[in-house]
């Protein structure tokens, strides 16, 4: 019957308001708590100190992080925006170098390449994982190019081995962002560990969080010290420090407090436990939505696991002829929130569109020394646009704290969309 769908004036199935994820407790209370009591919020100086590393809890949380993540180097800062930055600067990028980049994730990714007079270069994903597509890559490295940055997106880790073949090949960096995918493995190896530099966010929607944060991480003592220069107003200490790689060392303040190292320092003890939880959630809703014609469940390639901040769903287009969008309002109408159609391809923002970044003339775009073949039309990366015009919908288990009851409710809005299908189509 038509009208039994929510849509259509019907009773919804999802009557109360989903409760919110919060992994925030009495441990982080009680941390906050003690740096509050002590006084001492940040010990960071800007000068050639003891203290240029920071205080007690960024280092604690640093070295937490480093056997947790089991890397030789961790680097606090303010955000993980700030920590690509960092990233990106630490490898020696010249204006005008090209790095290719996904052009499926948070746009921070590439704009992180911009703030160097960097140039990205978006490259096509491949439609399982919704990562960079090693395939591809190839065809868009010139002279120019020095870096290819990839993002471990939804919690799936890109196919880092492959890239680093292609990196070494060519003498490029790898640089990951793990900020949706901490705590997860590919092949029994850390995700996000393997590039030349990574990292993770602890913004308030990640896995944990210190309200903003960041960690970059790396096995490069060279990458690791010029990151803590950039974090720091590098140029103030390179002569007490003797360093002779000035390049990038450029006035920044991205450290992170010492309130939100002891935040953090507690979330990580749960990091285990709320990966754990996600995928038991994945799995139910795997089980309870394998059955749905035309409906593409989340991939995990052989040897990986997902962490899941985002359930990724795709539509079969040669199975379902309705909508996407109609689908989605659907659902919505059922009382489910946190539905999308995925990313925006960053190549398609009025920043790119425009190629204006700095100033209103086209810089870097316009300098001499940047490429005059730079494209960011439509079509450049085909199945990011397919995914986010018409197939792909997006769960964001991010913002929920789903116990099975819940989980129980949003399979039984999909049943009952997918029941009335032949009622939505055109
Ligand atoms: C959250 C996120 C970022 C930005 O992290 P912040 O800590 O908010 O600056 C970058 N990339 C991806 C993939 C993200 O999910």
Not at 60 to 79: G, I, L, P, R
Not at 276 to 291: H, M, P, S, V
């Amino acid at each position: 019957m038509r009208k039994d769908l929510a849509l259509f004036g019907g009773e919804k199935i999802i009557k109360k308001n989903l409760e919110k994820y919060n992994s925030i407790g009495m441990e982080e209370s009680i941390a906050v708590q003690k740096v509050i009591d002590s006084g001492e919020l940040s010990r960071f100086l800007g000068c050639w100190d003891d203290d240029f590393y920071g205080g007690k809890y960024v280092r604690e949380f640093e070295k937490d992080c480093a056997e947790f993540f089991n890397v030789k180097h961790v680097v606090t800062v303010n955000s993980w925006t700030s920590g690509l930055v960092c990233a990106i600067g630490a490898i020696g990028i010249e204006p005008g170098d090209e790095i290719i980049v996904t052009p499926w994730t948070m746009c921070a990714t590439a704009t992180a390449i911009l703030h160097w007079n960097a140039i990205p270069v978006f490259s096509d994903i491949e439609p399982e994982t919704f990562n960079l597509d090693p395939k591809k890559i190839e065809q868009k490295i010139t002279k120019r190019t020095k870096a290819i940055l990839a993002a471990d997106i939804f919690g799936h880790s890109c196919e880092v081995k492959k890239l680093l073949e292609i990196a070494e090949k060519y003498s490029l960096k790898l640089i990951t962002d793990s900020a949706q995918a901490p705590g997860v493995f590919n092949n029994g190896i850390v995700t996000g560990t393997e590039s030349h530099v990574g990292g993770y966010s602890l913004n308030y929607h990640k896995h944990i969080h210190t309200g903003e944060g960041g960690i970059l991480v790396t096995n490069d003592d060279n990458i690791c010290e010029r990151m803590q220069l950039i974090r720091n107003h590098g140029e103030a200490v390179v002569e007490s420090k003797g360093v002779k790689n000035l390049n990038n060392i450029l006035g920044h303040n991205f450290r992170l407090g010492e309130i939100e190292c002891a935040i953090g320092i507690q979330q990580l003890k749960k990091l285990k436990s709320l990966v754990k939880r996600r995928q038991e959630i994945a799995a139910y809703l795997n089980e309870g939505l394998k059955d749905l014609e035309g409906l593409i469940l989340p991939k995990v390639l052989k040897g990986n696991t997902h962490a899941y901040y985002c359930y990724g769903l795709k539509l079969d287009l040669n199975k379902i002829s309705v909508n996407r969008e109609i689908i989605i309002s659907a659902l919505e109408a059922e009382g489910l929130k946190g539905l999308g159609n995925g990313y925006a391809n960053i190549h398609l923002l009025p920043l790119f569109q425009k190629k204006i970044a700095y100033g209103n003339k086209g810089f870097p775009w316009s300098s001499d020394v940047t490429s005059n073949f730079i494209s960011y039309s439509k079509g450049i990366c085909p199945v990011a646009e397919r995914m986010h015009d018409k197939e792909f919908i997006a769960f964001e288990m991010c913002l929920h704290q789903l116990n099975d009851e819940d989980i129980e409710l949003v399979l039984k809005c999909f049943k009952k969309v997918w029941d009335n299908l032949h009622l939505l189509s055109n």
